[in-house]
């Protein structure tokens, strides 16, 4: 007998379930806006023209291929941290972060799970918004924490329901662990105003909440970095010691590489030392240490001006153009006829839209026009193209008629 006898199959990821299904697809018009992942108008991924300089850069430098530390390039924890908190930032200033090298941003979640799982010791309740990133809803509870939903959208108007987030913060135990999408919300493309975020700052202080945000989207949703930064800060801002988990897969294009970041805040430097001492025994035990290259190319496209410069122009050219796609399908959909308000399509920001199609005519778009999204109506805009953009703004208008 098999020593796996017994084995059940995992359940299919939504997301790469949506590629496998396009592969096996023959025909020649479809289309793919499952994945998250940035194309240039014509389809094609797109280095950076800054993340190709730091790679010349690196190559003239001859690096060697040591082992990194435990908590990785320790120049670009510390250039990642401020570019998420500010060079200023106080907590930055007193040396109370503890920021460490991650595999992209899910591997900074995973840390961050594992790690409030095991020190965090006032709940092991964690509440994610409905909807969320797939993966939060199993990655969590790997790390051995009970996870809650948080109402965040609304169907009826395709947008916040901040009333219900309120009230549903009003409800959580004191000192539960809340997780925000710091900026670009995904699946929804909504996100609160920075009106709101105050309030909502408050809330948690209110509820003596331990806020853990996912900031996936710097720079890339806005353009603007120090925007995009703008909720996390504000929260630091108000006293709240919360922890963050960056990536540089969409900001830099980095996918692949899996460059991110994971930050704790201490209250003192003697604790500062031993969450340190604690995340590096974890990461130790883990994968030991992080891989060194996408690290290099992140701290010198940070570190260096005329790279930074170059990177500053990158993602506006990239959130620039998401926002043409969103506008080029909204007229689309009217020059298909579509007399339905779309509107939401051009507020949502970052990688992604929610349509508001439904399960129904999500499985329409994929068998009758072979345009494959996830099930929940998500479409990646970056995905859209001119030479595509026309064919699934008819579909879309075909389905919902
Ligand atoms: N968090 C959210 C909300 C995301 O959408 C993503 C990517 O799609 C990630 C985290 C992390 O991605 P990666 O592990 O590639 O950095």
Known sequence: QSAWAGIEAAPPDPIFGVTSAFRADKDSKKVLLGVGAYRDDAGKPWVLPCVRKAEEMIQSKQYNHEYAVQSGVAEFAKLAAELAFGKDACILQHGLNLTVQSLSGTGALRLAGDFISKFYTHSKVIYVPTPTWAVHNVLFKISGLDLKHYTYYDPKTIGLDFCGMCESIRNMPERAIILFHARAHNPTGIDPSMEQWEEISNLCKERKLFVLFDMAYQGFASGDLDSDAGAVRKFVDDGQQVALCQSFSKNMGLYGERIGACTLIAQSKEEQAKLKSQMNFLIRHMYSNPPLYGARVAMHVMG????????????????????????????????????????HILNQIGMFSFTGLTKEQVLKMTKEHHVYLTMNGRISVASLGSNNVEYVANAMHAVTK
Do not use: F, H, N, Y
């Open 304 to 343: 260096d001006p005329e790279l930074r410069c170059q990177w500053l122009e990158d993602i506006k050219t990239m959130s620039a153009r998401i926002k043409t796609a969103r506008q080029q399908l909204v007229d689309g959909l009217k020059k298909a006829g579509s007399q339905k308000d779309w509107a």
